[in-house]
């Protein structure tokens, strides 16, 4: 079992910025990458960003060049710089860390992210 846990999410307004944090505990040698996905009332669960152990990221194009994934391995934490923010990006964050050996995802509890116009 992994336990996800996430902070730094808040209010801010539009332009500014926000970093979050996911720290994971547990069963970490079952896990490899680590990711952020985002969802509001009424949509599904959306992909924002990953990134391997060994520093390999991936981005959903819309977030590109706006959001930063960055990982500290020795803190089993990642984490997700938000830059530019625009209103459209209020939602709740989830951290997200599938495991390597079983069709399974962990998530965390979500942290909310309102931008304000």
């Known amino acids: 079992q992994v336990q996800l846990v996430e902070s730094g999410g808040g209010l801010v307004q539009a332009g500014g910025s926000l970093r979050l944090s996911c720290a994971a505990s547990?069963?970490?040698?079952?896990?490899?990458?680590m990711g952020w996905y985002r969802q509001t009332p009424g949509k599904l669960r959306e992909f924002l960003a990953a990134?391997?152990?060994?520093?390999?990221?991936n981005y959903e194009d819309s977030v590109k060049g706006r959001f930063t994934i960055s990982r500290d391995n020795a803190k089993n934490t990642v984490y997700l710089q938000m830059n530019s923010l625009k209103p459209e990006d209020t939602a709740v964050y989830y951290c997200?860390?599938?495991?390597?050996?079983?069709?399974?995802?962990?998530w965390g509890q979500g942290t909310q992210v309102t931008v304000s116009s």
């Open positions: 990134i391997t152990s060994g520093g390999r990221k």
């Open positions: 547990g069963n970490i040698s079952s896990i490899d990458a």
């Open positions: 997200n860390a599938p495991n390597l050996y079983i069709e399974r995802d962990y």
